[in-house]
Structure formats: C-alpha cells, structure tokens
C-alpha cells in the first residue's frame, strides 16, 4: 500500500518535471522562431526589393531582341550593340571598329538582358545612360496594379521588369544613373583590402597565438596581454577606424588607400584571429605533443611540425569567420577614407579605393527610389559572400571535429 | 593500501645488477611536483638487453620514475630534480646535456595508442626526419615495422592515417614509430592496458623480441604481464623503492612484507 502510494507521489512528481521541461522549451523556442520569422522577412524584402517594374522611355529605341537573337558566344555585346544601332539608325562600324568610340558607347550603354513583357520573357535591351526612367513599382505593387502600369505606359515608353541583380550587376561600376550602376570596382576594392588583410592579421595573429600559448611565461605581463586582448575583441570598429585615421593615414601617409583600410582592419580583426589560433591550437591533443617530445623533437619542431598541423583547420576557421566581418566592416572604413564612387579599381596597395559595403552604404544614402533597388542588390550579393564563408567555415568547423 | 613507509627504509635488493651491465644507473633520484615529493631517494640500475618492470600500487610514482629517465617531466612547470641517472657515462640530469638528445636515445611509448593524424609511414618516419636520416627511408620504415611485427598488416596500408589501425596496431606503430630513432632504451608505460587481450599478448611478444636490440623498462599494473614479459622487476610505494630484483625471485620469493601483500593481492 505504502509503495503503491509512494509511485502515484513519483508518477505526479515525474508528470509536473515532464510539464516543467515542457513550458521551459516552449519559452525558449518563441524567440527562435521569431528570430527567423524576422530573418525570412528581411531576406524576402531584400530579395523583392532587388526587382522592379518600371516605365522606360528609352532615349533612342524600344527595340529588344530575343535571347537566341542576341546571344552569340564571346560575342554577345557586338552583336547585340550592332542591331542596336542600326535601330538607331547609325552606322555600327563607326563605333565597333575604333576603341576610342567603343569605350565611349561603353560608357553611355550597356547591353542587359531583361524580363520584358511581351514576346519572350528574356531579352536583350541596350540601356542608355540618357534612358528616363517614368515610374518605378515594387515587384507585388507591379504585379497587383500590372494593367494600369501598361496603360499608364505612353507612345514611345514600354513596361520593363528590372532585375537589377543580374551578372552586369557584379562589373558594372558606379553610376550616378541607377541602371547603369554596379559593384565591379568596389568588389575588386573589397579582394584588395581582404586580400592584404589576410596577407596582414594571419601570420601576425598565428604568430601572436604561438607565443602566448607555447613560449610566454605564465606571469602577470602575460596576463595582462591576454586580458587586453580578450577586450580589444570587443571595442567597437569605429575607434579603430579613428586609430587607422591617426596612425595609418596621417602619421604613416600612405593617404586614402588601400593599404590604410587593410591595416586598420586587420588591427580589428587581429584579437579575433589570435583567439581563433589559441583555441585551436589549445585543442591540439596533449598526446600528440608528448609523443612528439618523446621522439626526441625540440620544441619549435613540435610546434611546427606536429601542433600547427593539427591547428590549422580551426585556424582556418576562425581566420574564415573573422575575414566575413571585415568584409562586412563599414564604419572604420568611412573614418581611414573609403571613396563612394572612384572611377576606376584600385591597382595597388596605394590606390584609392571603394569597398562593397561603402558603395551599398552610398546608394542607400542616395536620393532615389531606384537607388534602393540598386542597394538591396549590393546588400545580396555581400550577404551571398558572408553566406558562403560562414559556410565554409561551418564545414571545415564539423571536420576538425570528426578528426578525433 | 595507505600504509607508510619509514623515513630509513633501504631498498631491498637481491641479486644486484653487475654495475658492466647496466644502461641506466638511478642514483638516489627524489622528484618534487611543487611542494609534493612524489620520488624519494629511488636507486636502481637497469641492465642492458634486459626487461624491467615497474610495479606498484596507482600513484606510487611509477610513470614519475620512467619520465624522469628521458626528462619528459622537464615538460611539466614546477618540478625539481634531485639526484643522478647515470646513462652512457655521463648524468642524464648535468646541466650541459640536451634533453632533446637524451629523448631521442631513450624513446617512450605511452599509456594511450597516440599516433600522429598521418599516414603509417611518416609516423614511422617522423622521428628519423627530425635527426637528419640520410639513408634508405622507406627501407629504414620497413625495417622498424618489420621490428615491430606491424609490417604485415600494414605493407599495404603505407599511405593510409595511423589512425585508421585498430588499437592494437595503433600501440605496436608507435612502438615501431619509437624504435625509428634507433634509441638504446625504450621506456613503457601501460603500454598495453587500453588494449585487448588478444593485442597485449602480441605487445607482450614483442617485447619479448625487442629485447634483443633494446632495453626495455615497462609500467605495468599487470601482475602477470610483469611475471610474463620482465627479466627484472622492481616494487615501488608512496615514491619509495620497496624491493628489486629478478622477477621470479620477487614473484616467488619476495623478501619486504609489502612487496608480498602486492603480490599476493592483498593491497592495492
Ligand atoms: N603533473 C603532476 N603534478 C602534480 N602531481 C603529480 C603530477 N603527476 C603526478 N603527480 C603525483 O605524483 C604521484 C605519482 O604519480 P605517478 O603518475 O607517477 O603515479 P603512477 O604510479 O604512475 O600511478 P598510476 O599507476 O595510476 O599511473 C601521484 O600522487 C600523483 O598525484
Ligand atoms: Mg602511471
């Protein structure tokens, strides 16, 4: 009777645990699925945002051809500018023949391939520079009121769907026209700065890593290097961006470059990759080194030869995943001289330069619905880059595991 | 198990190692790990070609005492040594001699299987390569699994990651991996007890072979392993030197009243 008793008293103490788990995950997982909820809506506002319609008035023709009109291997733009201009009734030799004329009509044009409405959906416009753009609609706004956008659309205008994320996207350069605008300088700005970054902050931060972790005597010096370091990780990028302003491009002049942004970001990131290092040299098996030392190896060879080795994946990882936020970094970059538009890509450590998230940040800045479009289109394709770092990093993260 | 041992305990030892025969003579060797004394004035000469087992209960100082003899305890901060290891004519603990040099003539295998994330073969040839081996390496490799009875299973397997053995194959590859450095004396410690029964008779048959190119000195908390496979054996408790001598003398006829309660079962 009194044991009987004793397991109802066991079952309702289970039963009210069990409830207890229960609620405690219920109120954990309402703030992750808001969380996502409000990443996916982000994600579909950029997304949508990146597509437009748009009323045209094309400054010379309405003319579009078909994709198997325009399409030519290698050669598409010839041929595609060609039949343009004969629409406009000018003479294609006159422009194709001579550089000078067709980096000129570079310049003013650019050959598109675009969602039109009538005939096939892809096809081949030529842009010009002096394009009016009518109206512009968001992608659900077009869709919903698309008849009365076509019957707004007068003689000599035509409905055009804009993806403004397209391949051009990536090599057009900045414009102040928004069709014309694109990211190709500020991309090659962002390989150049990342570029020296990592040249920069890995064997700095490895190095670092090395010794505080293998060679530093365990004393207060070392300890308050270690502390100063876990807090530089948190300082905001900002105060960098005055530190690069002060030391890379005033009292170093090396000016608005390049090198100046590469410097200060790799002073940013620099605590995040010295932490990344020691963790992951920290995870070395001790094992490894004591039959590494048992074998006879002096100290710098079982670091180099057996610990680093061993490190390097989650070196890498850590390196990936402090890489991703200097792309991303802005603001210190506004501070050591970012340009907004440059007209033409940096060529060298001491070149001016633009870098992704400064052209994103200028277009938003513009006055200009289409500029928005512009922007959202630059914001996919930077969240595209971090995407596949962090991905990179997520799996090489998940086989360092697997290794032991 | 917690049983003291007098301050003026002698060691006991019966038929001494002729000082000829001897690789490496421990002379009056105490260790301190900061303030803790975990080897007290432990002397004991390791004869050459020979298998000496250290037994005792855990935490007697038995792996203590096999690392100090290739300095591996130079590795952990805040111990101090006290005491000679005579080896090759010179202290092993002088301050002109290289641990480094001292860990490649007298190799180690550990508790543990640790094999390099490499393949078999730079395993073997890991340590050859730090010293500069000029020779045939993949003869040298050969050789060393062929010594270590691995060359069989593995011939085929050159190129694949030492961690892909079983844990037998794993142990007998660092055995071989420690014998590459041509060392004169190769130091034990469990080398067996994360194995099988099946793998530790081939560890044990082996260091049976061995012998023959190498002095072996081995930890073990086998009573039978050390009655199988050591020539001598010595007892150790709480960092002291109990009694030494050979093994089936010990086995048999232990002389201090600890050493036979060990061996009879009745501690630890
Ligand atoms: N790195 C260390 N720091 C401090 N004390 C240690 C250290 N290593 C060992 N000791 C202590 O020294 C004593 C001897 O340890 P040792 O590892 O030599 O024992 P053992 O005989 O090998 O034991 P087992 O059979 O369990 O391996 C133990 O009391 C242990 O706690
Ligand atoms: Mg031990």
Redesign the interface.
Known sequence: MSLAHRNDADRRRQEAKRARGRTFVAITFVPVVLALALVATLFADVITDTVSWQIVEPAYTTESWSFTEGFAFFSTWENVVEKELVARGEDPAVVLDDPEERRKFRLRNRVELLWQLDGAPLRYVVTSSRDDTVADYGFFEGLRQLDAIRAEAGEGQEVRLNPWLDAAFLTKNASRTPVMAGLGNALIGTLWVIGLVIVFSLPIGVGAAIYLEEYAP?NAVTRFIELNIRNLAGVPSVVYGILGLYAFVRVFEFGPTVLSAALTLSLLILPVVIIAAREAIKAV?P??R?????????KW?TVS??VLP?AITGITTGMILAVARAIGETAPLLLVGAAAFIPRAPEGPLSTYTVVPIQIYSWVAENDVEFAHVASAGILVLLAVLLVLYGAAFYLRRRFER?? | MSQTVPEDHVTVRSDPVDANDAVVAIEDLSLWYGDFQALRDVSLTVPKNQVTALIGASGCGKSTLLRSVNRMNDLVPGVTVQGKIHYEGADLYDPVVDPVEVRRRIGMVFQKPNPFPKSVYENVAFGPRLHGFKGDMDAHVETSLKRAALWEEVQDKLQQSGLGLSGGQQQRLCIARAMATEPDVILMDEPTSALDPIATDRIEELIHEIKQDFTVIIVTHNMQQAGRVSDRTAFMHLGVLIEEGPTERIFTNPQHEMTERYISGRFG
């Open positions: 365990d098996p094992s490894l004591q039959a590494s030392y048992g074998l006879g190896a002096t060879q030869q057996v061993n290794s032991w």
